[in-house]
C-alpha cells in the first residue's frame, strides 16, 4: 500500500457521486510512522461527490484497532467509527487552514485523500484506552490485581493519636468560625 492508491484524478470524473472503498490496515499507519496500533481493521469509504465549481467529500470509516490499555497494557480490540465532511473548492493557491474546507489551486486535477483518512480514524480512537474486561469484571491480569492492592483506601486509617495535635487546633477553629 503506498499513498498514491489514495490519490483521485477527479478531473476524468463525471460530474455526480462516485465512491471509492478502502481497506485501512497497519501498513496504512506505517506510511505516516504511526505505530500506536497492534493491529487495524478498518473500512473506509470515501462518497466523492463532483460538483460544477466544487468537490464534496464524505468520508466513513468502521471497524477495529487493537491497542493496549491504559491501565493494565493489555491489548484488546477497540471498536472504531468516525466520519469527516470536506468541501474542496478552487482557488488561487493551496489552502488548508480551515479543517472542512480545501482551497486548491485552479488547473489542480487530483486530490490525495490518505491524510484525511489518517485523521478521522486516529481522531476517532479514545484518548483514555480502556480493556471492557476491567468495566464488566471479567479481565484477570497481574497488573489490574497490584493496582487493586495498592488503592488508596485499602490501607489502614489513621487513629486520633497518630495525627499531630496542632491539627486538631487548626480543625477547631474551622468549626468555631460557623
Not at 45 to 72: I, P, R, Y
Request: proline share 4%.
Amino acid at each position: 500500500m503506498v499513498l498514491k492508491d489514495f490519490t483521485i484524478p477527479f478531473i476524468g470524473l463525471k460530474e455526480g457521486k462516485h465512491q471509492f472503498d478502502y481497506q485501512i490496515d497497519n501498513t496504512f499507519f506505517e506510511l505516516f510512522e504511526f505505530d500506536e496500533f497492534n493491529a487495524t481493521a478498518i473500512n473506509a469509504t470515501l462518497e466523492f461527490h463532483k460538483k460544477a465549481t466544487m468537490l464534496e467529500l464524505t468520508f466513513n470509516a468502521s471497524g477495529t484497532v487493537n491497542v493496549n490499555c491504559d491501565v493494565t497494557n493489555e491489548p484488546f480490540e477497540q471498536p472504531v467509527e468516525g466520519n469527516l465532511n470536506l468541501i474542496v473548492k478552487f482557488g488561487h493557491e493551496y489552502n488548508d487552514e480551515n479543517e472542512e474546507i480545501l482551497i486548491v489551486p485552479h488547473g489542480e486535477y487530483e486530490i490525495n485523500v490518505a491524510q484525511y483518512i489518517y485523521e478521522m480514524i486516529v481522531l476517532a480512537v479514545p484518548s483514555k484506552r480502556i480493556h471492557p474486561g476491567i468495566e464488566d469484571g471479567t479481565l484477570k491480569s497481574e497488573i489490574l490485581e497490584k493496582l487493586e492492592e495498592l488503592q488508596p483506601g485499602t490501607e489502614k486509617k489513621e487513629t486520633e493519636e497518630e495525627i499531630d495535635p496542632r491539627w486538631n487546633t487548626l480543625k477547631k477553629l474551622l468549626t468555631d468560625n460557623k
